[in-house]
């Protein structure tokens, strides 16, 4: 079985900060290292917060992947040299490019990731979410280039396989819902941990809105072979609680279906699903309160009653 790593995308949305997330997680991938250069203190202040066996990841400056656009110029390098520099001080073993959707390869960007995944010291993995081809093949010659260089194939593993061969595989999990608002139940998370079986090391990073509560959740998956529940309730009453707090109204079948139908709730004691499976029964009209759906839910099928 893969050696995992299990985390979300920062900590900044964690109650209690960096020490108490690692509490719940022993892996992070840093973000803020993406938007601003970090100073060498931030970074020695991090490492000192959190246990010895923790891990980092550092996602590299957007001045070498959106600003420089790859290409391994005097600037690209020095953004780069200090991600670097930074990842050595969170002893993090994996730095991740992500590129922007605009950005296709040509052979000057293929030669310019090569020559930026050679500034790694040994021990840090490069890996590269190549975002103009997400769930699509990569062109041949970024392909070979990722091979020769040993830079990760980085996939949202929920949507697609890794196409360049490695024993490590580095996952950014956002699911298929826009503008990161999704949830993965159950299967979803099960399928994600069989993509990632047949590799030595596996990272997995949640990303969406619910990104903690999906990470701890697979955790325990990972850990005990079980999915914790997702909510204290079951069936309406699940399907109430994780309304009560941002539904809108008044709203119609489709409003709810749109906004809501992505979260997870417990249909039973043992299947957690997408609210879309209780919502898309619903008859259409409009609603003006979550008391409203639970009845004409519970109207519409006896069996959805349970509590």
Do not use: C
């Not at 490069?126 to 070979?144: K, V």
């Not at 914790?228 to 399907?239: K, W």
């Not at 759906?293 to 009653?305: F, M, N, Q, S």
């Amino acid at each position: 079985m893969a050696a995992s790593l299990v985390g979300a995308g920062g900590w900044g949305y964690f109650s209690g900060g960096l020490a108490a997330y690692a509490q719940a997680f022993r892996f992070v991938e840093v973000n803020a290292t993406f938007y601003r250069q970090i100073a060498d203190a931030t970074a020695r202040r991090w490492r000192a917060q959190v246990p010895s066996d923790f891990v980092f990841a550092v996602k590299a400056n957007r001045d070498v992947s959106h600003g420089n656009r790859l290409r391994a110029s005097a600037e690209a390098r020095a953004a780069f040299a200090q991600s670097l520099r930074i990842a050595r001080l969170l002893r993090a073993p994996f730095v991740i490019l992500e590129t922007p959707a605009s950005l296709r390869f040509d052979s000057d960007q293929v030669k310019g990731l090569q020559n930026l995944a050679a500034m790694a010291p040994r021990g840090t993995r490069i890996g590269l979410e190549a975002r103009a081809y997400a769930g699509r093949d990569l062109p041949d010659s970024l392909r070979r280039g990722m091979g020769d260089s040993a830079v990760l194939d980085v996939v949202d593993l929920s949507q697609s396989k890794p196409r360049v061969p490695d024993d490590t595989r580095y996952t950014r999990l956002f699911g298929p819902g826009p503008h990161n608002a999704y949830e993965f139940d159950d299967e979803e998370l099960r399928e994600i941990d069989r993509r990632g079986r047949d590799a030595v090391r596996v990272a997995f990073t949640f990303h969406g809105v619910r990104m903690y509560s999906d990470a701890a959740r697979f955790l325990t998956f990972k850990r005990t072979g079980l999915f914790p529940q997702a909510t204290p309730s079951r069936g309406l009453s699940s399907l109430e609680a994780v309304l009560t707090p941002d539904a809108r109204f008044p709203s119609s079948k489709d409003d709810l279906v749109r906004q809501h139908g992505w979260k997870v709730i417990d249909l039973d004691n043992t299947t957690r699903a997408h609210a879309v499976r209780l919502l898309s029964t619903l008859p259409r009209q409009t609603f003006h309160n979550v008391g409203e759906v639970v009845r004409a839910l519970a109207a519409g099928d006896p069996e959805t009653k349970t509590g």
